[in-house]
């Protein structure tokens, strides 16, 4: 089956730096690379994906950028703000077969003010 | 808000007890999963069902059960319950199969003591 690494499990900047969290997923077949925000006793919620017809997308102040040879994707988030501090999860699924979202397991992102 | 709906927000309840966990998708999706977080840890996938028909497995206990109705409405039953099931659990639902974009509810929180 699937799995997904996800580094670091930890990283803090300074408010207005860059943070860039990174996944590494095994199943070639995988096409479909979302990241969700996870607030302290909240809802995961979806900020952005991407599908592997693509390399890169962007929504203002997030990007995430996939690599299907190496197979690893990448979530970056630029000028960050004390508001971005939370838990960010990778995930990887598939069209075929088992298609539920293999997790990655967390990076707690603190952002300094 | 997501636009999924789960009850409780909160359950206690002892050990060897049975619990039943209830969520609402969004309007017009079909399928639904459930997901365990337990403290400071990443998401697990326990199972999926899309139109009233299990999809795919993932993770789950033989304690544990769920099901979709006719209504999409889908309920986790979680029995024989001990302490190592306190947990948080999401539900999420996503329009189909094929397009993965999954969308998570508010969870239910369960302490067993």
């Known amino acids: 089956g699937e799995n997904v690494e996800q580094h670091p499990s930890t990283l803090s900047v300074q408010e207005g730096d860059s943070a860039v969290i990174k996944c590494t997923y095994s199943?070639?077949?995988?096409?479909?690379f979302p990241w969700y925000k996870q607030e302290l006793g909240k809802r995961p919620q979806l900020i952005i994906d991407?599908?592997?017809?693509?390399g890169e997308k962007k929504d203002q102040r997030i990007a995430v950028t996939l690599n299907k040879t190496a197979k690893h994707f990448s979530l970056h988030i630029t000028e960050t703000q004390p508001e971005d501090s939370a838990v960010y999860f990778c995930a990887a699924s598939r069209d075929t077969g088992r298609r539920a979202l293999t997790f990655g397991s967390g990076t707690r992102l603190q952002v300094q003010p | 808000d997501s636009g999924v709906t789960q009850t409780p927000k909160h359950l206690i309840t002892a050990t060897g007890q049975r619990v039943t966990l209830r969520c609402s998708p969004r309007?017009?999706?079909?399928?639904v999963y459930w997901y365990q977080q337990s403290l400071d840890q990443g998401l697990q996938f326990l199972i999926q069902y899309y139109n009233g028909e299990e999809r795919a497995k993932g993770n789950i206990l033989e304690r544990f059960s769920a099901q979709q109705f006719p209504d999409l409405h889908s309920e986790l039953n979680l029995s024989s319950l001990e302490l190592g099931d306190s947990a948080l659990y999401f539900c999420?639902?996503?329009?189909?199969?094929?397009?993965?974009?999954?969308?998570f509810g508010p969870g239910t929180r369960l302490l067993v003591l």
């Open positions: 199943d070639s077949a995988s096409n479909y």
């Open positions: 999420a639902s996503s329009v189909g199969p094929v397009k993965e974009t999954q969308y």
């Open positions: 309007s017009g999706d079909l399928s």
């Open positions: 991407i599908r592997s017809n693509v």
